[in-house]
C-alpha cells in the first residue's frame, strides 16, 4: 500500500470581488475531488476549500502518494481469425502482438462468452501523484468559470477572475512543479498586502493558515466571521447600543476583507430627520457599513465600519469613513429635499421617456396596463367577499408606483426604487394603504422576503408581475437557462407567494387573459397568443409546484396529483394537496391510486395512448351490464359521487376523499371478475365508458393515478 500525505494548493491573485469567492471555493473543491478520485489518488471528500480577498485555497488530506498497479486483461482477434487452420498464426494476430508490443509466443488464448480470443496481460505501472498533481491542477484552474473572467498579457492563454501573481503546489512539503500564466508553483505565499511580508514561506496547510495569520490575512472565512462578530458585539456592549442585523452583509464584508476589524464611527444626528431606509441603504449598499440602533430600536448615529487593518491608532481610518458618509448623507438629504418640491404624480408623465422594454413600449405603458389590472383584481376579491378591497386605492396606488423612477433619489440609490414612492406618497399626504402599496408593490423579492402589507399592494405587486410576465411572454423574452434578464421566474415565484400566504382566490387563467387583454388595447397593443397565456400559466404552475415542494414540505407526487386535478386556483390547490397528504395513509388510499393508474392505462391503450382523464364522452348504459362487479361499482360510483360532490362543493377535501377512498372494493372486485375488453363491442364500449366516468367524476379533487404507489408501505 502506497503511503498518504497532504497537498495544499494555493492560488494567489488581485483582488477577487466578494461575491464569487465562495462560489468559486465550492467549484473548485468539486473539480479536485472528481479529478483526484479519477486518478485514483483521493476518494471523494478528502478536500477542503476556502478563500480570502486575494486567494483561493485547497487542503487535500490522505492523497495516495503513488498510484496501486492495475492488471489489464487485452482482448485480441479470435482464436478462430488469429490462427490458420495449421494452428500457424495470422497476420491479424502478428498485429495484435505487434500493437502491444508483446511477443507471439506470450500471447494466451481465453474463454469469453462469445467464444475463444487471442488475449495478452499487462500491468500497467501506477504513477507518482505529484506527476499527476502537476497535470491535473493546471486544468483544474483552467476549469474554474467565473460571471466575468479576464486576460492579462502574461497569460494570453488562460481566462480567470483576476490575474494570477503566486501559486503554492506542496505535496508533502514538497513542490508539485509546473507552470500556470507565466507564474511557476513554490512554496511562497504573501501577506496581507499592507501588514505582511510579501514572500513568506511554507511548507504544510498547518504551517500555511499560522503562517499567514502571524501576516495579518485569515485565510478561512470562519475565522474571519467570528472576529468581526466577536468585536462587533464588543462595541455594542460598551456603547450601549444594539445592531441592525444584516446576514447578508456580515457575509459580505467577510470575504472583502483578509483581516477584517470592526470600528465605531459617528454621523450628525440632524440626518436622523431622513427615512432610516434611506440613511441604511447608503451606509449599507454604499458604504457597506452596518447600521446601529438604541435601546428604544430607533436609529442612532453611529455606524460599524468594517476595515482591512489590524486596528486604527490614530483615529484616521474612522475620520475619513466618516467623512465620505457625510458627503453621501449630504446628497441623500438634497435629493430628499428637490425631489419634495414636486408631487410624486406630477413626475407620471416623465415615464413615456422611459423604455420598459422596447417591444412593450415604455413605464408610461405598463402603468396604464398594471392600473387596469390592478382594479380588476380589487373588484374580483371585492365580489368575492373579501375585505379590504377597495378597485380606487389599487388604481391610485398603480398609477403612483412607478413614478419614482425618475426621481433624483432613485437615480442616485436605484435600490430605493417602490420604497423611496412609499416614503415620498406618505410625506405628500397619500393615503396610507395607498403609501404601502407603493413602498411594497416590488415585493417579495425572494422567497424569504414578506409579501406587501395590505390587499392594495397585493394588487398592485401582481399586477406588475403579471404584466411583466404576459408582455416578455408575449414578445418571446422567455427564460431560457441562466439567462432571465426581466427577472420573470422571481416575479412567477412572487405571485404564487402573495397568493398562498395571503389565501386570495383568483383564478390565473383569467388573470393572464385579463393581463393580455390589457395588452391588446393599451399601448403599444401587443397581440398576445393563446399559446402564449398557455405558456405563462405552465410557467407559473411550475413555479407553484416548486413553492409547495421546497417550502411547504409537500411530496412532488401529492403536488402532482392536486394540480392535474386543477390548479388554477392556488388557494384551492393547496387545500386539495393538504387533504391527499393527510389521508394518503388510509389502508384503502393507496390500493385505489393504484386502481386508477390502471384505470388511466387501459383507457389510453384503448385510444391508441391519446386518451385523457374524461376524454369519452359516451354515455355509461347499464342495460349493457353483463356481471354483477360491473352493476355493483356503477351504483356505488353514483352513491359515493354525490356524497363526495356535496363535501367537495364546501371544500371539505378530505373528508370527500375518505368517501371517495371507500370505492376501493367495488373497483377491486371489477377487476377480479369483469373482463373490461369484452369481445363485444358494444359491451367493450359500455365498460370502457364507465371507467372513463370513474376517472372524471373521482379526479376533480386529485388526479389519483398521479400518486407514486411504489413508494408506500
Not at 514561506?201 to 485565510?219: S, W
Not at 433619489?409 to 406618505?426: D, H, K, N, P, S
Request: charged residues 25%.
Amino acid at each position: 500500500m502506497s503511503g498518504r500525505a497532504e497537498f495544499l494548493l494555493e492560488i494567489g491573485c488581485e483582488e477577487i470581488p466578494a461575491g464569487m469567492i465562495a462560489k468559486a471555493a465550492h467549484d473548485l473543491k468539486q473539480i479536485l475531488e472528481t479529478q483526484f478520485a479519477s486518478h485514483r489518488i483521493a476518494h471523494k471528500g478528502s478536500v477542503e476549500t476556502f478563500g480570502a480577498p486575494r486567494r483561493l485555497v485547497a487542503i487535500a488530506r490522505g492523497i495516495i502518494l503513488k498510484q496501486e498497479d492495475i492488471a489489464q486483461e487485452i482482448l485480441g482477434p479470435p482464436k478462430s481469425v488469429a490462427y490458420d487452420a495449421v494452428g500457424q498464426p495470422t497476420r491479424a494476430a502478428q498485429s495484435f502482438s505487434e500493437k502491444q508490443g508483446i511477443p507471439l509466443d506470450k500471447l494466451s488464448i481465453v474463454a469469453t462468452p462469445k467464444g475463444d480470443y487471442l488475449a495478452v496481460k499487462k500491468v500497467i505501472a501506477g504513477r507518482f501523484a505529484k506527476d499527476l498533481l502537476a497535470e491535473i491542477i493546471p486544468q483544474a484552474i483552467r476549469e474554474l468559470s467565473f460571471p466575468r473572467s479576464m486576460y492579462w498579457t502574461s497569460a494570453s492563454e488562460l481566462r480567470f477572475i483576476r490575474p494570477i501573481r503566486w501559486i503554492v503546489a506542496l505535496l508533502d512539503g514538497k513542490v508539485v512543479p509546473f507552470t500556470l500564466a507565466g507564474v511557476k508553483s513554490g512554496n511562497a505565499t504573501s501577506g496581507h498586502r499592507f501588514l505582511g511580508k510579501s514572500q513568506i514561506t511554507v511548507t504544510d496547510p498547518r504551517n500555511f493558515i499560522d503562517r499567514l495569520r502571524r501576516n495579518f490575512v485569515l485565510a478561512q472565512p470562519d475565522e474571519r466571521h467570528k472576529k468581526i462578530e466577536k468585536e462587533i458585539q464588543v462595541i455594542l456592549s460598551k456603547k450601549g447600543i444594539r445592531l441592525h442585523a444584516d446576514a447578508e452583509l456580515t457575509e459580505l464584508v467577510t470575504y472583502l476583507n483578509e483581516y477584517p476589524t470592526a470600528i465605531l464611527g459617528d454621523f450628525d444626528p440632524s440626518f436622523l430627520n431622513l427615512p432610516e431606509e434611506i440613511l441604511l441603504t447608503v451606509m449599507r449598499d454604499h458604504q457597506k457599513y452596518f447600521g446601529v440602533t438604541d435601546k428604544h430600536g430607533s436609529l442612532a448615529p453611529h455606524f460599524i465600519a468594517i476595515i482591512n487593518l489590524d486596528k486604527d491608532r490614530k483615529g484616521l481610518v474612522r475620520a475619513g469613513h466618516e467623512r465620505v458618509l457625510r458627503a453621501r448623507f449630504s446628497d441623500a438629504r438634497f435629493f430628499w429635499e428637490m425631489d419634495q418640491k414636486q408631487k410624486l404624480g406630477e413626475h407620471l408623465p416623465k415615464l413615456k421617456q422611459v423604455t420598459y422594454e422596447s417591444r412593450l413600449g415604455s413605464y408610461y405603458d405598463k402603468v396604464e396596463r398594471m392600473r387596469a389590472l390592478a382594479r380588476w383584481l380589487a373588484n374580483t376579491w371585492s365580489q368575492g367577499g373579501v375585505l379590504g378591497a377597495h378597485a380606487d386605492d389599487a388604481d391610485r396606488a398603480a398609477e403612483l408606483a412607478k413614478c419614482d423612477l425618475v426621481t433624483d433619489m432613485v437615480r442616485e440609490f436605484t435600490e430605493l426604487q417602490g420604497i423611496v414612492g412609499g416614503l415620498y406618497a406618505r410625506a405628500q399626504g397619500e393615503p396610507e394603504d395607498v403609501a404601502e402599496a407603493i413602498y411594497d408593490h416590488y415585493r417579495p423579492v425572494g422567497l424569504d422576503d414578506p409579501i406587501p402589507r395590505n390587499l392594495t399592494g397585493c394588487a398592485v405587486a401582481l399586477a406588475d408581475k403579471l404584466d411583466s410576465i404576459v408582455g416578455c411572454f408575449a414578445v418571446g423574452a422567455i427564460p431560457s437557462g441562466s439567462s432571465d434578464p426581466f427577472a420573470l421566474r422571481r416575479a412567477a415565484l412572487g405571485i404564487v407567494k402573495i397568493l398562498l400566504e395571503r389565501k386570495l382566490p383568483l383564478s390565473l387563467s383569467s388573470a393572464i387573459s385579463t393581463a393580455a387583454n390589457s395588452l391588446r388595447q393599451s399601448a403599444p397593443k401587443i397581440d398576445v397568443k393563446p399559446e402564449a397565456e398557455a405558456q405563462v400559466l405552465e410557467f407559473m404552475l411550475e413555479r407553484a409546484r416548486y413553492i409547495l415542494r421546497e417550502r411547504y414540505g409537500y411530496a412532488y407526487d401529492e403536488v402532482n396529483a392536486a394540480l392535474a386535478a386543477g390548479g388554477d386556483d392556488l388557494v384551492d390547490a393547496i387545500a386539495r394537496v393538504a387533504a391527499i397528504k393527510a389521508i394518503r395513509k388510509a389502508k384503502d388510499f393507496v390500493p385505489l391510486a393504484a386502481a386508477f393508474k390502471r384505470i388511466r392505462n387501459i383507457l389510453e391503450k384503448s385510444a391508441g395512448g391519446a386518451a385523457k382523464a374524461g376524454a369519452r364522452n359516451s354515455a355509461v348504459q347499464p342495460e349493457l351490464f353483463r356481471e354483477n362487479a360491473e352493476r355493483e361499482l356503477h351504483e356505488a360510483a353514483q352513491r359515493i359521487g354525490e356524497k363526495a360532490h356535496a363535501l367537495k362543493s364546501h371544500a371539505k377535501y378530505r373528508e370527500a376523499l375518505e368517501v371517495i377512498a371507500g370505492l376501493r372494493p367495488a373497483v377491486d372486485k371489477f377487476f377480479d371478475q369483469v373482463l373490461v375488453m369484452a369481445p363485444e363491442e358494444d359491451v367493450k364500449k359500455n365498460r370502457l365508458a364507465l371507467l372513463s366516468s370513474l376517472l372524471k367524476e373521482f379526479s376533480t379533487i386529485a388526479d389519483f393515478s398521479e400518486i407514486v404507489v411504489e413508494e408506500q408501505n
